[in-house]
């Protein structure tokens, strides 16, 4: 292949790296490669590259060299420093009008920062969510790519083709600037994370308190997937069920230590929903329950001395209570992305991103791990709504909670009566009620900090601000109407 005349290039030949540039290939585009490693970019060249349009370069300047004009160059690394450190050495090997695509899991506030600078420099920057895995990235994943418009039309014509198609419509649209991509990734992950967790919990419930063993686990998932609950996660959670250790002829996921480990999309995101004063309690409650099950020692240790429930036989309906688990699932997902479709408002809000909350969904039905039939009720009701501020408060979505939260409330009752621990169902639950409450018990908490940090409160009854001498004798008047001006005096603990 002579120099000038790849459509693309990618840096970075890990599982991912190497899938998307066969994914490109097979779309009919020719691709340049490089890795740091020369022998990781040899050996693919020779084994899974070989006979195809790819082009194999040793250094950066050969890698730039052999890309046609505008030069399209996809990173595909650890995300952090060591993206910093291949665009300072790519970047002055490029010309004005040249795009920089970072596909990996990169921190939006690193992506603001790496658009201003390149973009001052006259070299376009996409930063760029890819969800789907290895499967995805080789046969289709979703792309979330954020940037200015400009390159966005130059790269579309290969990621659209190269993405995830559903209904003969590309998983890949333009979410917005700068780091609008990455930061709807990270959401993206957070929602993820919170699916998992909450399909661990049904799990939890079917096999400690039913005593399901993995043959009805996998017989169950799969009929779940065949309703509204159909999604890949479920799908593969029933695949999971079936496989059979090889060595010890047990199920192989009773084998698998339950100790979970992550990357840090999960905490990101609670992280910014803190920033931003939104609760996503569901995807918080699945960040600890994989921090806490870090803790393996710590826990076999702890449950040798900490008091366990009294043992007790589910004596009730069994299919009573599968359906209430289906139920919980259902309606906790629901909440779920609630919250998560609420923190990307705020995001969209905070940094004038002007988010298509419908196209969002739309990306996330095919190649992503979070892909779901349910998805497509999401699309419509931001049809039927495009400032719809809670999915909860779209029609379709009030319908099915209200058809299971007595359900929901049966399952997470009864996973606290047998000691199973189930803390995304109950934050998700806690959520809903807290959210239908046209009143809360934090008029106590506002009185407390009135008492002990003179912080003032506000009156159902008249408008102002008020503080209260809550020691003073019976004598003098108890209550005042609070100086606007004058600062509250700050007690030490808050």
Not at 188 to 204: P, R, S, V
Not at 245 to 261: F, M, N, Y
Not at 270 to 291: M, W
Not at 401 to 426: L, M, Y
Request: one cysteine or more; glycine letters at 8%; a neutral charge.
């Amino acid at each position: 292949m002579t120099a000038n005349q790849c459509d693309i290039g990618l840096i970075g030949l890990a599982v991912m790296g190497e899938n998307l540039v066969l994914n490109m290939d097979s779309k009919g585009f020719s691709v340049a490669v490089f890795n740091r490693t020369t022998e990781v970019t040899e050996k693919f060249a020779a084994s899974r590259a070989k006979g195809k349009n790819i082009q194999p370069t040793r250094t950066l300047e050969e890698f730039v060299g052999a890309l046609k004009k505008p030069r399209k160059a996809m990173i595909m690394i650890k995300a952090g420093n060591p993206v910093d450190q291949v665009i300072g050495e790519l970047s002055p090997l490029l010309e004005k009008g040249d795009v920089i695509i970072d596909g990996g899991n990169s921190l939006f506030t690193d992506t603001q920062r790496r658009c201003r600078d390149l973009e001052g420099r006259g070299i376009h920057f996409v930063g760029c969510g890819v969800s789907g895995g290895e499967e995805g990235a080789l046969k289709g994943p979703s792309l979330m790519p954020g940037g200015s418009r400009e390159p966005w039309e130059i790269i579309a014509p290969i990621f659209r083709k190269i993405a995830a198609q559903v209904d003969g419509e590309p998983c890949c649209r333009y979410m917005g600037p700068d780091g609008a991509g990455h930061y709807v990734k990270m959401v993206h992950n957070g929602i993820e994370y919170g699916d998992m967790q909450l399909i661990c919990e049904a799990y939890a419930i079917l096999k400690d308190v039913i005593g399901m063993d993995a043959k009805q686990l996998a017989e169950t998932f799969t009929e779940w997937n065949k309703g509204d609950l159909d999604s890949y996660l479920i799908e593969i959670t029933s695949q999971i069920f079936r496989k059979i250790d090889p060595e010890t002829g047990k199920p192989l996921v009773d084998v698998i230590l339950d100790k979970a480990g992550q990357k840090g999309t999960g905490i990101w995101t609670l992280q910014s929903a803190i920033a931003q004063s939104v609760v996503i309690s569901t995807i918080n409650a699945a960040v600890e329950a994989r921090v806490i099950s870090s803790r393996k020692d710590e826990r076999v240790a702890s449950s040798k001395i900490l008091p366990q429930p009294k043992p007790r036989k589910f004596k009730g309906d069994r299919a009573q209570l599968v359906d209430a688990v289906r139920n919980a699932l259902y309606a906790s997902k629901i909440v779920s992305y609630a919250q998560g479709m609420e923190l990307l408002g705020a995001a969209s809000h905070q940094y004038k991103w002007n988010l298509n909350f419908g196209d969002i969904a739309t990306i996330w039905r095919g190649g992503c791990i979070i892909r779901a039939k349910f998805l497509n009720r999401i699309v419509e009701a931001y049809k039927r709504d495009s400032d719809l501020h809670n999915l909860l408060l779209d029609s379709y979505f009030t319908d099915i909670i209200e058809k299971t939260q007595d359900n929901w409330r049966v399952a997470v009752s009864t996973a606290a009566q047998h000691g199973v621990p189930v803390p995304a169902f109950s934050a998700s639950l806690a959520y809903f009620d807290s959210y239908r409450s046209a009143r809360l018990p934090s008029n106590l908490l506002q009185a407390q900090r009135d008492f002990f940090g003179a912080h003032t409160y506000e009156r159902v009854d008249k408008p102002g601000v008020f503080h209260t001498e809550w020691m003073e004798s019976d004598q003098k008047p108890a209550e005042k109407r609070a100086e606007p001006k004058e600062p509250a005096r700050r007690h030490a603990g808050e």
